[in-house]
């Protein structure tokens, strides 16, 4: 079956560590993105990458970094440069020659920062 | 002005009554438009598409209206399952496909 996977699902760190979060995709699709979700605000976009060896920052970079060496690939670093780590973390893929311009999701990766 | 506004709830209605959401976008380039759903804890999936002629999927109904810049969510029938947040979702289109999410309605359905 075709989709994406995030690891893992739950994950704890010390504050002053960074962490990587991964997103694996096997959709063939050339677009990827990481959201993160806080309680009362709606999905924001941290970085996005259209395609290998290219990729964008989001409305809410700052803190976080990202690589896009392979389509299949797409992890997230949260550096303790990021003020207020711990939330849920989504990633999505999309093919964006898809004209419906769905977004498929991972299951998402909770942060705990303490 | 929120890009994307709705209402949190939560709206808790009884089963097998119709309900409806509202969610309106300031952005009146806004080229399409989406319900997603998410259940607790859990990542959204794509409800349906939204478009300027409507669409119907079932008990779900979506509406578009460009000329106020709101999209509406109709359930009829409400069953227990549809207890999730519903999002509404708004591309702005452009080189980059960029979407805005609302932060979701709240709907609990009970028996």
């Known amino acids: 079956d075709g989709g994406i996977t995030q690891s893992p699902k739950y994950l704890f760190r010390k504050e002053g560590q960074n962490v990587t979060l991964s997103c694996e995709q096997n959709?063939?699709?050339?677009?990827m993105y990481w959201y993160r979700q806080d309680p009362g605000q709606g999905l924001r976009l941290i970085y996005y990458?259209?395609?290998?060896?290219?990729?964008q920052k989001g409305d809410i970079a700052e803190g976080y970094s990202v690589s896009r060496e392979k389509k299949e690939s797409f992890p997230l670093t949260v550096t303790s440069a990021q003020k207020n780590p711990t939330a849920f973390y989504l990633c999505?893929?999309?093919?964006?020659?898809?004209?419906?311009?769905?977004?498929?999701f991972g299951p998402g990766t909770r942060l705990t920062v303490t | 002005r929120k890009e994307v506004e709705q209402d949190p709830g939560p709206f808790n209605v009884p089963e097998g009554a119709t309900v409806a959401f509202n969610c309106t976008y300031s952005?009146?380039?806004?080229?399409?438009f989406f319900w997603y759903r998410q259940d607790c804890r859990k990542e959204p999936k794509l409800l349906m598409s939204?478009?300027?002629s409507g669409n119907e999927d079932g008990r779900f109904t979506a509406q578009l209206n460009r000329a106020s810049q709101y999209i509406s969510l109709l359930i009829r029938d409400s069953k227990l399952s549809d207890s999730a947040t519903y999002l509404c979702?708004?591309?702005?289109?452009?080189?980059?496909?960029?979407?805005?999410f609302g932060i979701g309605t709240k709907l609990q359905v009970i028996p």
């Open positions: 990458s259209q395609i290998v060896n290219d990729f």
């Open positions: 939204v478009y300027s």
């Open positions: 959709l063939n699709h050339d677009a």
């Open positions: 999505a893929s999309r093919n964006p020659r898809d004209l419906g311009h769905e977004q498929y």
């Open positions: 952005n009146s380039a806004s080229q399409s």
């Open positions: 979702v708004v591309n702005r289109g452009g080189g980059y496909q960029k979407v805005t």
